[in-house]
C-alpha cells in the first residue's frame, strides 16, 4: 500500500510541474500587467514596482525564481493586497471553501445515492424514470443558471432564505450548497444505477433472493458494496470539482472564500494570486484522486491483489 501511495505521488510531480509551467506562461502572454488598472502613477514608480517584484527581468528567469519559491512552499506575495501573502489569503479562504464543497458533497451523496438505489430496484418503472429525469435536467443546468433560479424563487419571491453571505444568518448555507452540489448529485445518481443494475443481476443476487432474502438486505447488505465501487472512484474528481467549481457559486452568494480572491486576481492581473489558487487546487485534484483509489482498493480484493502483484 506504502509503494502504491509512492508511486502515486511521484507521478504527480510531472503533472504539477506542467500545470505550473503553462499557467505561468500562459498568464504573462495575456496583454497588461498587474499595476494597469492601478491610479496613474510616473513611469519611474512603475518601473520601481515592477523591479520590486522581478517582472522587468525575462520570463524565463521569473519562472525559475518562482519555482525555486515554490519548492519551499512559498506562492509568494499578492500584488492586489501587498501586505499578505498568497499563503495567507489562501489559508483565510479555504476553509470557507471547504464547508461549502463538504456540504455540496453530502447534499449530493444524499440526494444521488437515494436516486440511483431507487431507480435500480424497479428499473424501467416510474420510480426509475421520474429521479433518471430529474438526474437529467440536474445535469443539463449548470450552477450559473441553478443559482439564479434559487435566488430568485426561495430568496426573493417565497423570501424563505437568505441570498447572500455565509454563516451569519440561519439557513445562508442551504442555497449555495444546492447550487453547487446539484450537479454532481444528478451524475452520482446515474452512475449508481448503473452500478447497482449491474451486481443486481449477478448470480449471487439471484441466489440471494432464491433464498427469500429481503429486498432491503439485499441492497444494502449484498449489492451496496459492490454497486457503488463506480461512485467512489467519481467521488474523487467530484470533491476536487465542487472545490474549483464553487467559484462560480461564491460569486453569486458572496461568500468569503478562495473563489473571491481568485476571481479578483484574474481580474487585478494578481499573477501570484492567480498561480497560488491554481496550482493548490490542482494538489487538491491529486489528492482526491489518490484518497479515491485507496478507497477502491478498501472495497474491493481484487485490486488489492493486483496491486500486490505490480
Known amino acids: 500500500m506504502f509503494v502504491f501511495i509512492l508511486k502515486r505521488l511521484l507521478q504527480a510531480v510531472p503533472v504539477l510541474l506542467v500545470v505550473t509551467l503553462v499557467t505561468f506562461f500562459l498568464i504573462h502572454s495575456a496583454p497588461g500587467g498587474p499595476f494597469d488598472q492601478e491610479r496613474k502613477v510616473s ?20 519562472f525559475l525564481r518562482y519555482t525555486e519559491s515554490l ?24 476553509p470557507v471553501t471547504f464547508e461549502l464543497a463538504c456540504y455540496a458533497i453530502l447534499f449530493a451523496l444524499v440526494i444521488g445515492l437515494a436516486a440511483g438505489i431507487m431507480a435500480s ?15 437529467m435536467m440536474g445535469i443539463c443546468l449548470p450552477s450559473f443558471v441553478l443559482g439564479p ?37 444528478a451524475y452520482i445518481a446515474r ?7 449491474e451486481v443486481l443481476s449477478q448470480d449471487y443476487i439471484r441466489t440471494a433472493r432464491a433464498k427469500g432474502m429481503s429486498t432491503a438486505r439485499i441492497i444494502f447488505v449484498h449489492a451496496l458494496r459492490g454497486g ?9 474528481p ?5 472545490l474549483a467549481g464553487s467559484f462560480v457559486v461564491e460569486s453569486l452568494f458572496q461568500i ?37 483509489d485507496l478507497v477502491l482498493l478498501l472495497l474491493n480484493p481484487k485490486l488489492r491483489h493486483q496491486v500486490r502483484g505490480v
Open 43 to 62: 513611469p519611474d514608480v512603475l518601473k520601481n514596482l515592477n523591479a520590486r517584484y522581478y517582472l522587468d527581468e525575462p520570463t524565463w528567469k521569473q
Open 191 to 197: 452512475i449508481t444505477r448503473g452500478g447497482m443494475l
Open 228 to 236: 457503488l465501487t463506480p461512485t467512489v472512484s467519481f467521488l474523487g
Open 121 to 135: 430496484v424497479k428499473p424501467n418503472s416510474l420510480w426509475d424514470y421520474l429521479p433518471m429525469s430529474g438526474a
Open 149 to 185: 433560479l434559487l435566488l430568485l424563487v426561495f430568496g426573493i419571491w417565497l423570501q424563505w432564505l437568505p441570498v447572500a453571505g455565509w454563516g451569519k444568518i440561519p439557513g445562508d448555507k442551504i442555497l449555495p450548497s444546492i447550487t453547487l452540489g446539484a450537479s454532481y448529485a
Open 256 to 292: 468569503p472564500g478562495i473563489g473571491r480572491f481568485y476571481i479578483q486576481a484574474a481580474f487585478n492581473r494578481d499573477y501570484t494570486m492567480i498561480m497560488g489558487c491554481t496550482i493548490f487546487f490542482a494538489f487538491l485534484i491529486v489528492l482526491f484522486n489518490i484518497l479515491s
Open 71 to 94: 519548492v519551499q512552499g512559498d506562492f509568494g506575495p499578492s500584488f492586489k493586497y501587498p501586505s499578505h501573502t498568497v499563503n495567507d489569503l489562501i489559508a483565510a479562504g479555504f
Open 238 to 242: 467530484t470533491i476536487a470539482g465542487l
